[in-house]
Each structure stands twice: as structure tokens, then as C-alpha cells.
């Protein structure tokens, strides 16, 4: 009987300390994660930025990506449409 | 001498008066107790300065990081601020949320400098070392019966401190840094880099 008893509460003890440690993983809150909005970067006065301060190295970190991409776009064109496909072919081709 | 032994007794009694006073106050269930009630002035005074020396006492000691203000602990501790803390403390740009009007105390608008907020934040001293230590011990600790939950059980004190330098530099974003900062989705991509 004790033995009977004993998995199941072994097992919901496992399943609590598993939930409880997923609920605290940053991961967790990737599933209603917003992507940065770099698009505001641009409207942003840039003589005024200081590079040499952290939240606008945070910012650019975080918009890294975005930028290169929108630097390669500027330099081939103005279609960004025309761009986003060419940029998802080479995508494609890499991957397989 | 008749009188310094009359005057002990009279105290004994006043005070065992007072006491059972205090009880039958307690015992009654007069005193609201609902959020929507203010407290009156001594018992927020009370609860106030027991918070206040509380805090500052357990704090004084707390050894703060000499790398508080980098762009890593700014991205990390502000996409767990948004997360855990915005919808109480806001974010640029926002007024009040359900939580500022309902809770009582009123959840401190962190956005706001320590001057808005009209008192400081380092207690005591006001020095703005005090300030980052009593933020921590809050984090790591909260407050009881206020709202605020500690997270120092289920948060490593390195992620609480990522908070602590977020909040550093809240009061200066403007709300479009405030959402590129604090945004975790695609951040892993351009941490690569």
C-alpha cells in the first residue's frame, strides 16, 4: 500500500519542481516575446547618440541584425519587397 | 517614595488598559482593512517607518557590482523588468495600469526620477549607493503585505542585479528605446555577434 502510494507522489514532487523551475526560465517568456522595433532607430537624431552609452549599445545590439540587413537592402535597391525575397532565396539556398 | 511606586502602578495599568483596548480594537474587525481605504495617518506613519527602517537596516550591508551600468545588464535586466515588473512599476510612456489604481500602497512609478517620486529612495543616507542596495533587497526580499513578491527564491542575485541596472537608467528612456531595450524576441541572434 505505502508503496502504491509513494510513485504518485514522487511523481507530482518531480512535476512541480519541473514546472516551477520552467516558469522562472527566461525562455519561458519567449513565447509573447516582442522583437525589437529598429525601425524607430532611424528616426532617432543620431548627432546626439553617444556610443559610448550603454543603453545605446544595448540598442544597437539589439538591432545589429536589423540594420545590416537594412544596409544591404539600401545598397541594392529601394524595393525592400524585391530585397526581402532575394535575401529569403540566399536564405534558402544556405540551407540546403 | 510612595509616589515614584503609585506612579508604576498607575503605568501598569494604563498600560494593560491600552492593551486590551488594542485587542478588542483588533478582535472587533472594525478597521478597514480593503484596499480602497486609505490607512489613517499614525498607521500609515507606522507602517511606513517600520518599512523604511527595516529595509535600510538589512540593506546597509549588500555589496553592489563595480560593472552595474553595461549594455548586457541593461538587455537582460530590462526584458525581465518588462516581464515581471512593467504592468506594476509602468514603463515610459504609461501613466497608471490596473495595478497603480488597485493596489494599496501604490506601486511606485519607477519610471518617474527619485525627485517625481517625492521622497528618496536611498533612505536615510539619500545617498544613491543606499538607493541601489535598498532596490536589491527589495527585489530579492519584497515586502510583506504590499503586493510585492520576493524573487530572490525562484531569481539568481547576478539576474536580480541585471534588474538593479536596468532600473538605473528607467527614468531616462524614452519609449521607443525603452521597447527596442527591453524586447526579447531575436535578441539571442544579435548577442551572437
Redesign the interface.
Known sequence: MKIKLLSPVLVLTALGVTF?AQ??D?KE??KD??????A??KD?DHSKMDMND??M???M??????MHHGDDSHTMGHDDASDDDHQDEQHSEHQH | MPTLTAFIKSLLIATVIGLVCAGLFIYSGLYPIGADVPHNKLSYWLLETLRERSIARAASDIQIPNNLNTSDRLLAGGADYNDMCAGCHLKPGKKESDFTIGLYPAPPNLTATADAHGHEHGSDTGSKEAAIQRQFWIIKHGIKASGMPAWGPTHSDERIWNMVAFLQRLPSLTPDQYQIVTARGNTSDSHDH
Do not use: R
Open positions: 516551477s516558469a522562472h527566461p517568456h519567449m516575446a516582442e522583437n525589437p522595433n529598429c524607430t532607430m532617432m550603454p543603453v549599445q544595448a540598442m545590439k539589439q538591432c545589429m541584425k536589423d
